[in-house]
């Protein structure tokens, strides 16, 4: 396993703390981050990973929209 494929396994399974860190660390995969975060999304609810209502995206919005 390489580590693109180490990162990408491990921000699917970070908390939201985690995926920000990753996000914020990893600018090449952030790409790939986003479809993980949008395969999620349009999974059917009852397959869907719980997390906390605001996605880790949110909070990264709302800190540049405060600036």
């Known amino acids: 396993m ?6 990408l396994n491990e921000y699917a ?5 985690g995926r920000l860190h990753l996000f914020l660390t990893h600018r ?3 790409d790939c ?4 975060e ?3 999304l349009s999974m059917a609810p009852k ?3 719980a997390r906390p209502a605001r996605r880790c995206l949110d909070r990264l919005q709302s800190s540049f929209e405060a600036i």
């Open 2 to 7: 390489n580590r693109q494929e180490v990162l």
């Open 13 to 17: 399974s970070a908390d939201e703390t």
């Open 28 to 30: 090449e995969l952030r």
């Open 33 to 36: 981050f986003l479809r993980i």
């Open 38 to 40: 949008l395969e999620e």
């Open 47 to 49: 397959k869907r990973v």
